[in-house]
């Protein structure tokens, strides 16, 4: 659960979750935005599900302000696989811009960082400033092969980039996950 917020300002608090079930013996993942009520019901007011044909789920959802203009952007990072095999799944980051009364349909931008070949994997990721602008970048942690941290920027177009990648030599040899943080 990320949050809460009141994007919308109008005083009822707002969240965002990554949540999974099973459809049909399938299971699947999202993204949902909930706004709460003066009752304290949680009302669904945006949701994202992986693409028809995309074997993957979310790893999960931030609220950032990625551009500098005071609002902040949703970012989901998912692992997916573009042609169904599981041997191959790639992380790849979306963001979502916040209009005056939700997210857009459509991703703002999003980046596949696999290479196509190998099994990459996504473990969790972080936003933070890392050069004191005004706007926040995102830490991304890569499983095997890769096994490190990958520091994601917008360009000057609005497009997601990578702009270090970190692989220390003490992790390029081992089993298990790799996790990063950003303290901010």
């Not at 790849?92 to 005056?100: A, E, G, R």
Request: proline letters at 3%; hydrophobic letters at 40%; one cysteine or more.
């Amino acid at each position: 659960m990320e949050g809460t917020f009141d994007l919308d300002g109008d005083g009822q608090y707002e969240f965002a979750s990554v949540e999974f079930d099973r459809i049909n013996g399938h299971s699947i993942s999202m993204i949902r935005y909930y706004e709460i009520d003066i009752d304290g019901f949680q009302n669904l007011t945006w949701e994202l599900e992986l693409p028809d044909g995309l074997l993957g789920s979310f790893v999960g959802v931030r609220l950032a302000d990625l551009v500098g203009d005071g609002v902040p952007e949703l970012i989901a990072v998912a692992n997916l696989s573009e042609n169904g095999d599981e041997t191959i799944l790639q992380p790849i980051i979306f963001y979502y811009k916040w209009h005056d009364d939700g997210f857009g349909e459509t991703p703002a931008g999003f980046l596949n960082l696999g290479d196509e070949k190998y099994f990459v994997r996504c473990n969790n990721f972080d936003v933070f400033n890392l050069d004191n602008d005004d706007d926040q970048e995102i830490l991304l942690s890569l499983g095997s092969p890769l096994r490190g941290l990958s520091l994601i920027d917008l360009d000057e177009e609005g497009n997601l980039t990578m702009i270090e990648r970190l692989e220390p030599s003490a992790l390029k040899t081992g089993i298990g996950f790799v996790y990063g943080v950003a303290l901010d």
